[in-house]
């Protein structure tokens, strides 16, 4: 079980889950615990000889109820690939359990954020290479979350809405223009080639979305992941993480004189890499001050990931 | 897609429990053996899984 302790320096929470010390660390394949189970051979988690996606409670759970949640989204029973190289419609299909997982913890008392990314490459610290996705039901709401929830109140609205109409305006940093959904190098990316899919309609969360909205959503996110796999020709290692509405009652409602809840549904990449071979590392200013210093203009990394998008695709 | 109890289960099979249907998916639960959740999802195309009632998703609070 893990322990929350308060920082009351920074006014955050952090996490002990001791337990996580043990956790499989990069099995040789033969004993990749997120493959389907073999006849005759050891139980992997998922005891079957074949499945499509699979979600279930992490062995090692950072929060578990009644102290949130832990889940691992496995995309495929195929051990190699990535999101980037699933079908089409498997990437959709990914998509409708997303949905499922917000709707089902978000509806728990002691999920007050549910948090869905993926950690790729072991740049980002990845334990495990079967292509997987974790989900996080944290039981209060973290600092970015809390974050953007101030930024609402600092842009008087949506905040999401707002930048994506100015970058829209701008237009210098546009990915992926589409009719639904939106990507974009942000005008204050910290990450050299961080990229953010925004769907273009007010969306708080995936409950919100029209299928044809799930379905483009789907499609522009493996686009921008082939893209960064042909940026420098190499497998690309990413934190991907959607972000939604907080699903705690008094955070998540719509402020006052909104209409709609709080949230506007969108993702959001966090690269490592700067160069081909070159890691951004989190040193002095980051850690110490809390501010980014980037070596590269977000205008410049959207010219040569649109370039990347538009080979790979 | 009937499934043998626990008690009788050999590895690379598992207990059954509820299907529902999500969107285009059929959700299939399933009790691990260490009593942890699994859930099965993948595209409902067979006109059996199709004919089933796909149950409300349930808002946040």
């Known amino acids: 079980v893990s322990e929350l302790r308060f920082d009351e320096l920074r006014g955050e929470q952090v996490v002990y889950a001791i337990h996580r010390q043990d956790r499989t660390f990069l099995p040789d394949r033969e004993h990749c615990p997120l493959d389907p189970t073999k006849p005759g051979g050891p139980e992997t988690e998922i005891p079957f000889p074949s499945f499509e996606i699979a979600v279930f409670d992490n062995r090692f759970p950072a929060f578990q109820a009644p102290g949130g949640a832990a889940e691992v989204v496995v995309y495929t029973d195929q051990h190699d690939g990535s999101f980037g190289a699933l079908s089409p419609r498997r990437a959709e299909d990914l998509m409708w359990v997303w949905r499922h997982r917000y709707a089902e913890l978000g509806a728990r008392e002691d999920v007050d954020y549910v948090m869905i990314f993926e950690n790729r490459g072991v740049e980002v610290g990845v334990t495990l290479h079967h292509p997987h996705g974790q989900i996080y039901g944290f039981p209060f709401l973290p600092p970015v979350p809390a974050a953007e929830c101030a930024a609402d109140e600092r842009l008087r609205g949506c905040a999401p809405c707002e930048l994506l109409r100015r970058e829209l305006a701008d237009g210098e940093r546009l990915l992926i223009d589409g009719e639904d959904v939106v990507a974009y190098v942000p005008h204050a990316a910290r990450w050299a080639y961080e990229a953010h899919i925004v769907m273009r309609a007010h969306r708080p969360s995936l409950l919100e979305c029209e299928p044809r909205e799930l379905r483009a959503l789907a499609e522009t996110l493996q686009s921008l992941a082939r893209g960064y796999d042909a940026l420098f020709e190499r497998p690309f290692p990413y934190v991907m993480v959607v972000h939604q509405a907080p699903t705690a009652g008094d955070v998540g409602a719509a402020p006052p004189g909104a209409a709609e809840r709080r949230g506007h549904l969108h993702v959001e990449f966090y690269p490592p890499l700067r160069t081909a071979e070159k890691l951004k590392f989190l040193a002095g200013s980051e850690q110490g001050a809390g501010t980014f210093i980037s070596d590269t203009l977000p205008e410049e990394t959207a010219v040569a990931l649109r370039d990347a998008i538009a080979r790979a695709s | ?61």
Do not use: F, H
């Open chain 2, 1 to 61: 897609m009937a499934r043998k109890p626990a008690a009788s289960r050999t590895p690379g099979e598992a207990e059954s429990a509820v299907r529902e249907r999500v969107g285009p998916l059929a959700v299939e639960r399933v009790a691990k053996a260490d009593g942890r959740a699994l859930i099965l999802y993948s595209r409902a195309e067979s006109p059996a899984r199709a004919e089933q009632p796909e149950r409300e998703e349930r808002e946040p609070r």
